[in-house]
């Protein structure tokens, strides 16, 4: 007995080994591996080289984040950072070096230049699982920037710079897809789906490489947007061996899985599953209005090495969603929606594949998806005075997106010459039984939209390096140019200054018509040709400084729309807007962090301000490590705040459309509520010889602030009411890594 504690309390003390980095270094023109690269971890003197397959490799790293440097001769040298090593897993970070303007035999580039992309926010596991109230959710993590506002806590659809979230857009793997959301009617008052929100996103962190929105004024490789753009990708399980993830939480559970299928092989899968319901939250007091909710997901990816330079990716992602409300008595009832039984059910279905393939001086990327997603509303109402049933509708809609993008990119003199193609198939399908006035309209009908396009891009001279591209959509009976321009200039060794300027469509459905459309209102029509593409101009003018360890970005802007369509016309009105923002970093070694944004703007259609016209925005975002370890266990703890305020939506824009439903309703008019909100991460870290365990607990709204969400006239109360945001939400978790 004395044997076995005694070899329990050694196991127990076990110093924890060095973590694995590997990966490898190609070419970003041509995908060749490049032999010889240089390879160093920031700010210390640990580095490596690549060997004769292009790899890298670091056996004996603390688990952590941490920065790498990657140079070459004759290419621009990068810096990665954040690159997050967990304990008992390897880590692959694959890294593709630009090639420089200058002889290619002479010049080689020591540090990481400071050339900045304005209107771009990084997507990562790393910074999803560090940042407060994310839950995982790519989507949520993009709301720490001053530039993008949240439209409501129950819903991830975020506004960009005072735009609908409708006007959003999301990618996979370079295909458009549908909105890849569960609940997309979540925070809705008409309760119907949205074109890009929803109550929790498909793509779980665990299942993400390196993404990325997109919102300022993007190059011609992107279309179908006038708003912002999710550019999404799924990570290749590594080849070197099995690992895997698993987390308990108050809303359910998660379990990823990665590696190669055979032991030494190639063909590699990553693969996620996550079940969760919000029954234990309800039981703590967080109030989802009477609601059960719940939802499951699968994604996957598998990925094939195909010669030296090929690859292809094979990739899915399944959902499944439910949102049910049971009336109460009439003794118990208290607003009109508790007289009211609501079953909604959501499919999603998303299935692609990517094929990329290099050659001497150039490479070519082919991308396809189909993804369809299926809404199933059920209301039955009964009466005010008894419990007799004297109504029910049901309400069905289904959309279908197919799409195939082809891209190839070559080598032109000092630059690189882009040739692309997009050509997207539509399906919707709206259908509905006993609906009420606003939706009374059954629509199936076909869309289509072409965009060819073309870009250069290269340097200019030493300093100057810049983007032109000319691209065209088009659609039945409407097309748009879109020529685009971008120059980057450095001035000295910190400043960097950014114009970009360019003409953007995006094709019009039923859930995106409206510009201003707050509430969750539809445009039906049975006429494709109807809906148009909608044509907005933009400019960027952007100011960065870079320090060590620090940047300030500034940038103003202006988005110009001649014709949107506003819930309150039967016109198309002029719609703009425009303002400044600014953005400031700061990191404190690996250890904390510092984050302050703000953007102030106006938003408007005619003459009259847009609903989400917010006027101003204020971010923060915050975090600090502790390392507590002693020599038998190492040990963290981290602390993340993110706090957010902003002037709040116009609700009573909302208003004319419920007059036009109950004209003798008197108009109750409010001002526009402040929006103000800090959400509170804590995690506690263990690593283990094999493993991390991990406990957190997310705060999201910890001061428990009472935020204005909407008005509307009850009627069951015959008066109006105001519905406040969500109030706290805590989530506690626990995770292991092995």
Known sequence: MKYWLGVLALVNTVMLEGQTLTGVVYDQLNNEPLVGATISVDKTNTGTTTNANGRYSFEELEPGRISLVISYVGYRSVLVENVWLKAGKLTEQDVYLERSADDLDEVVVTAPRPMVDPGRISITEEQINRIAATYYDPARLIISSPDVAVANDQNNAISVRGLSPAYNVWKLEGAEIINPNHLSNAGTFLDQPTATGGGVNMLSAQMLDQSEFLYSTFDNRYGNSVGGIFNMNLKEGNDQERQYTAQASLIGFDLAAEGPFQQG?????????????????????????????????????????????????????????????????????????????????????????????????????????????????????????????????????????????????????????????????????????????????????????????????????????????????????????????????????????????????????????FHNAGYGELQLFSDPSDYGLLTNYRGTLAHDILGSDWSLHSEFFYYRFPEANSVSSTQTELAFTGGLSTNFKKDFGRSAYLNLGGSWFDSEIDVYESYYNTQYSFTLSSGKEWDLSNEAKKRKLSVDLRGMYQAGYRPHLGAPYLESNFTTIPANFIDQQPYLRFDLRVVWKRYHENRTTSIALDLQNVANIENFAYQYYDTFTDQWETQNQLGLIPILAYRVEW
């Open 265 to 513: 092989g190639k063909v590699t899968y990553a693969a996620n599953y996550r079940y969760s319901f919000t029954g234990l939250l309800t039981g703590f007091g967080v109030d989802f209005g009477g609601e059960s909710i719940g939802f499951q997901d699968l994604s996957f990816d598998i990925a094939t090495p195909v010669g030296n330079r090929s690859k292809l990716k094979i990739f899915g992602v399944g959902g499944l969603s439910y949102n049910n409300f049971d009336h109460q008595p009439l003794e118990e009832s208290e607003v009109e929606k508790d007289r009211k039984d609501i079953y909604y059910n959501n499919k999603t279905a998303i299935i692609g594949a990517n094929w990329e393939t290099g050659f001497d001086k150039g490479k070519l990327r082919v991308s396809a998806a189909y993804s369809v997603a299926d809404n199933d509303r059920e209301e039955t109402v009964y009466a005010n005075d008894s419990d007799a049933q004297v109504d029910s509708e049901r309400v069905t809609s289904k959309r279908e997106v197919a799409s195939l993008n082809a891209v190839s990119t070559q080598k032109l003199g000092n630059g690189e010459l882009e040739l692309g193609l997009m050509q997207n198939f539509y399906q919707n399908r709206y259908e509905g039984i006993n609906q009420p006035t606003a939706f009374q309209s059954d629509v199936d009908f076909k869309q289509w939209l072409t965009r060819p396009y073309v870009k250069l891009e290269g340097a200019l001279g030493q300093r100057l390096a810049g983007t032109a591209g000319f691209g065209a959509s088009f659609t039945e009976g409407d097309y748009v140019l879109e020529p685009r321009l971008g120059l980057k200039l450095d001035v000295g060794a910190k400043n960097q200054v950014s114009l970009g300027v360019g003409v953007y469509s995006m094709l019009m459905n039923p859930y995106n018509y």
